[in-house]
């Protein structure tokens, strides 16, 4: 038996040592090009001037999501608010960092009298809105909306100060 575990051991030992990872070289964001590793212990240089925030890719769902909004048009028209609402959900799996389809799951949603998911999804559009005051307006205003259908009028004024403040 010891005769067996002795090779085992060693076999197992030998697995157990992972090689040196290499971590990717940091790139810099203005010229594109990789910043030289610093010696050892000195960290990396940070610049004075700002960098440019990156634009985001465009969208991967497109034509798809493209299409499923106008699916929920057509739902809107007949007044089907249901499948107006599964129609932009379906939409948000495609493309869950949309900022304007979270809007427009709000309004859908206080327009079901469905005040307190209206303000949790307009304020999730918020935080993906980035810098689009015009988008981040509009969901202080439907935050407004939900807040005085369920009487919290402070609330409301407040977030219809926000939507003010932004230009909305």
Known sequence: MKRLLVPLFLLLSACSTAPPRHLPPVIDGRSGEP????????????????????????ALGGGAVV????QADG???????????ATIERALRIEPKNAGLWTRLAAVRLDQ????????????????????RVLQ???WRL?????????DSAGARAAEQKASDLGG
């Open 67 to 70: 299409a499923l909004l106008d």
């Open 35 to 58: 910043v030289p590793e610093p010696a050892p212990g000195v960290p990396y240089a940070i610049p004075d001037e700002p960098v440019a925030t990156p634009v985001p890719p465009p």
């Open 113 to 132: 009298n469905r005040p307190q998911q209206a303000e949790q999804l307009a304020l999730k559009s918020n935080a993906l809105a980035g810098g689009d």
């Open 137 to 139: 307006a509009r969901n």
């Open 143 to 151: 935050v407004a909306q939900a807040r005085w259908a369920l009487n």
């Open 75 to 85: 739902y809107h028209q007949s007044g089907d608010s249901n499948n107006e609402a």
